[in-house]
């Protein structure tokens, strides 16, 4: 199995019914994720995983799209509430990435989520090296893991960020 973990693509400061959209940069990150995956530099995801915000739906859709890529929604994505404790915040991104492991070799799980929940979630990914060097997640910014049929631990084999120059 190989999972891409993905920042959302850059977002506006305009805000739109209280969310935050792509800003015009993000939007082109998102035209280059379909590149990189057109490439091979990012494997085809076999589903995608976003949070309900519409920043991380919009960085994906156009890859969506190209591919006829299945699309869920999950609410565990989403940012630290402010009504939620950092132990509950923190138990709810370990369950949902517990329960994405897949035996299948050919399996690519994209996930597109946001800082904190990409931080969190590198906080508790079981690495088979143990330091990985990042030190926070910018707009567009991805990793890609591998991890072998039988094995416990996730292998860093990409890493990059989607351009806005394309």
């Given amino acids: 199995m190989r999972l891409v973990l993905l920042r959302h693509g850059e977002k506006s400061w ?3 019914g209280g969310e935050n959209p792509l800003s015009e940069r993000g939007s082109r990150q998102a035209l280059h994720l379909v590149e990189l995956v057109q490439q091979g530099q990012i494997p085809r995801p076999s589903q995608i995983w976003v949070s309900p915000l519409i920043r991380t739906k919009a960085t994906i859709a ?3 799209e190209a591919w006829s890529i299945p699309v ?6 989403l940012l630290h ?3 939620e404790t950092y132990g509950d915040f923190s138990r709810r991104v370990k369950e949902l990435i517990n329960s994405c492991y897949q ?5 690519v799980l994209l996930i597109c989520s946001h800082q904190d929940w990409l931080m969190e979630v590198m906080s ?4 088979a090296h143990a330091t990985i060097p990042f030190q926070s997640w910018a707009s567009g910014q991805f990793m890609v893991f591998n991890r072998s049929p039988g094995s ?3 292998e860093l084999i990409g890493q ?6 394309t």
Avoid: I, M
């Fill in 152 to 154: 416990d631990r996730w």
């Fill in 160 to 165: 990059g960020r989607l351009s806005w120059t």
């Fill in 81 to 83: 509430q402010e009504n």
């Fill in 62 to 64: 156009p890859l969506a």
């Fill in 72 to 77: 869920l929604v999950k609410r565990e994505l």
């Fill in 103 to 107: 035996d299948a070799e050919d399996f």
């Fill in 14 to 16: 305009l805000s739109e």
């Fill in 124 to 127: 508790y990914l079981p690495l």
